[in-house]
Nanobody, 121 residues
């Protein structure tokens, strides 16, 4: 089933690190996978995407140099390592699969319930 289960969120102080994960019950070899976040009162935004063809990665300017996404195809899992976290990184983090690569369309059925990240002192 192409539906993600996200995990690994939590509360951390500014400058800290977290790694969040999302796992699907089906193979992800045909899909690029994006990480998104939604802060309170704001639109959901994409923070990263990893291709399924060449494992190239893409990042929002706000997280470049701090966040790294990777995938474990054997485990149907995609990770987001978040370093040097800032209060503005606070939000609920979601995964979604893309058809036709990171510039393609989101497979709406793949959204999970999200995992909450709170960055606060």
């Amino acid at each position: 089933q192409l539906k993600f289960v996200e995990s690994g969120g939590g509360s951390v102080e500014p400058g800290g690190s977290l790694r969040v994960s999302c796992t699907a019950a089906t193979s992800l070899i045909y899909y690029a996978v994006g990480w998104f976040r939604q802060a309170p009162g704001r639109e959901r935004e994409r923070v990263s995407c990893i291709s399924n063809t060449d494992t190239s990665t893409h990042y929002a300017d706000s997280v470049k140099g701090r966040f790294t996404t990777s995938r474990d195809s054997a485990e149907n899992t995609v990770y987001l390592q978040m370093n040097n976290l800032k209060p503005e990184d606070t939000g609920v983090y979601y995964c979604a699969a893309y058809g036709l690569g990171c510039s393609g369309y989101v497979r709406e059925e793949s959204w999970g319930q999200g995992t909450e990240v709170i960055v606060s002192s």
